[in-house]
């Protein structure tokens, strides 16, 4: 996809490697199996844009939510944010960007303290950022005013265990707006949380995003999810990007044949309807040994003598529209 010309973040080749040992004869030898978790990921997010990462369990999305906030380092590349690398960040510059970068956590019952009062774990940032504690009620009054928990009393001196799922991802959502971030990366943000409550919380982070012009990334495997959030969407297969697009292109006219597999999983709402078997067989191969050339090959019902020997590259398919398939995708 042709990168934005006001790109907040950049990534450039960016590669994670995870050295693991399957027996202790290899650890002897110095033998490290690698488990290749990305491999080769470049893409620029435009600021104030809402972009999906999506993908079966084991693409490498979580890995790159995490190298995208500086949680872990890159094996090779590099990751830009605002035009500062993120591997040169230390002291204040590193803080500063942690100020600016903030993450969404899956789990809102393990994303808290069960020690701390609500309060004070929404506070915690301000504490770690050096804010002047002063500040600190303002500050957390605010953030629960834009998680529409507006009876901030109720909460202050309350832990986690007296809250329902829907009130603590409101205030882990609190807690990552707290310092006015500019770039948020949500996790599978309502994956635990109830039916009943998904949508409000959908909703919310929908609002809060336009209200406060973030940058957002939103980590999913649910097409029907990011459909409702995100104007632009990234599909990963075991540790690359297959295809890259507008959302709604994306959903309405998938190109790649595991973009395809993953549009026809979404439940359709119409029980008389019927859709054909999911076009791909089998699992997510092994990924310290993936398959040469295209990695989908094994499972893809398309593939061809090519596909085991060239890796197809990302090339363009439409307006701002990249696919990686030796396929001509009509």
Request: aromatic letters at 6%; proline letters at 7%.
């Given at each position: ?110 994303a808290l303290n069960p020690r701390f009062t609500i ?212």
């Amino acid at each position: 996809m042709a990168a934005p010309v006001n790109a907040l973040v950049e990534l450039r080749g960016v590669a994670k490697h995870f050295p693991v040992a399957r027996s202790l004869g290899e650890v002897v030898r110095g033998q490290h199996p690698a488990v290749r978790a990305l491999d080769g990921v470049s893409f620029d997010i435009g600021a104030g844009d809402a972009l999906a990462i999506v993908g079966e369990s084991g693409c490498g999305k979580t890995t790159l939510g995490r190298l995208l906030l500086k949680l872990v380092e890159p094996t090779a590349g590099t990751i830009a944010f605002d035009g500062a690398a993120l591997a040169g960040l230390s002291g204040e510059a590193l803080k500063a960007f942690r100020r600016q970068a903030q993450l969404v956590f899956q789990n809102p019952f393990d994303a808290l303290n069960p020690r701390f009062t609500i309060y004070r774990a929404v506070a915690e940032p301000l504490l770690n950022a050096g804010i002047d504690k002063s500040e600190h009620a303002d500050r957390v009054a605010e953030a629960f005013r834009r998680v529409h928990l507006p009876d901030l009393e109720r909460y202050l001196d309350r832990y986690p265990h007296q809250l329902s799922g829907g009130q603590l991802q409101r205030v882990v959502l609190a807690r990552a707006l707290v310092l006015t971030p500019r770039f948020l990366v949500a996790d599978e943000p309502v994956s635990m949380l109830d039916v009943s409550v998904r949508a409000g919380i959908l909703s919310l982070m929908r609002e809060i995003r336009e209200e406060m012009g973030l940058t957002a990334v939103y980590i999913s495997h649910d097409l029907a999810l990011v459909r409702y959030l995100c104007e632009r969407t990234v599909v990963m297969y075991l540790g690359t990007i297959v295809e890259d697009g507008p959302t709604l292109e994306i959903v309405r006219r998938p190109r790649h044949p595991y973009t395809r597999a993953l549009v026809a999983a979404v439940p359709v709402p119409d029980a008389d309807q019927s859709r054909a078997p999911l076009p791909i067989i089998g699992s997510v191969p092994d990924a310290r040994d993936p398959p040469s050339g295209c990695r989908f090959r094994d499972r893809c019902p398309h593939a061809f003598a090519r596909c085991a020997t060239e890796t197809p590259p990302l090339r363009a398919v439409g307006e701002g529209h990249t696919v990686a398939c030796h396929l001509d995708l009509a």
